[in-house]
């Protein structure tokens, strides 16, 4: 089973950047869809941004035109651009493939706050 495992995250000012990253054990982007994911405190995990094989991105209308989501499929990595950071952006951010199925990893924590 590929793993998939989040970095990247960290405490930034709103207005900020990051750049979360997801390294998979094998090769797997050439073959499936991939999605970044987040799960606020006290809200359910919704998706934020999706990837298909061919290239074809889609955002949640809140991140449109700050987040960017990439991969790299020779280096089997996915990326999650993140500009113009807000504090509703808060929460622990995840990837796993789209749809999403299998267990989910341990997440990279995304807080924005001044």
């Known amino acids: 089973q590929v793993q998939l495992v989040e970095s990247g995250g960290g405490l930034v000012q709103p207005g900020g950047s990051l750049r979360l990253t997801c390294a998979a054990s094998?090769?797997?982007?050439?073959?499936?869809?991939m999605g970044w994911y987040r799960q606020a405190p006290g809200k359910q995990r919704e998706l934020v941004a999706s990837?298909?094989?061919?290239?074809?991105?889609n955002y949640v209308d809140s991140v449109k035109g700050r987040f960017t989501i990439s991969t790299d499929n020779a280096k089997n990595t996915g990326y999650l651009q993140m500009n113009s950071l807000k504090p509703e952006d808060t929460a622990v951010y995840y990837c796993?493939?789209?749809?999403?199925?299998?267990?989910w990893g341990q997440g990279t924590q995304v807080t924005v706050s001044s």
């Open positions: 094998g090769s797997i982007f050439r073959q499936y869809a």
């Open positions: 990837r298909s094989t061919g290239g074809t991105t």
């Open positions: 796993n493939y789209f749809p999403p199925f299998g267990s």
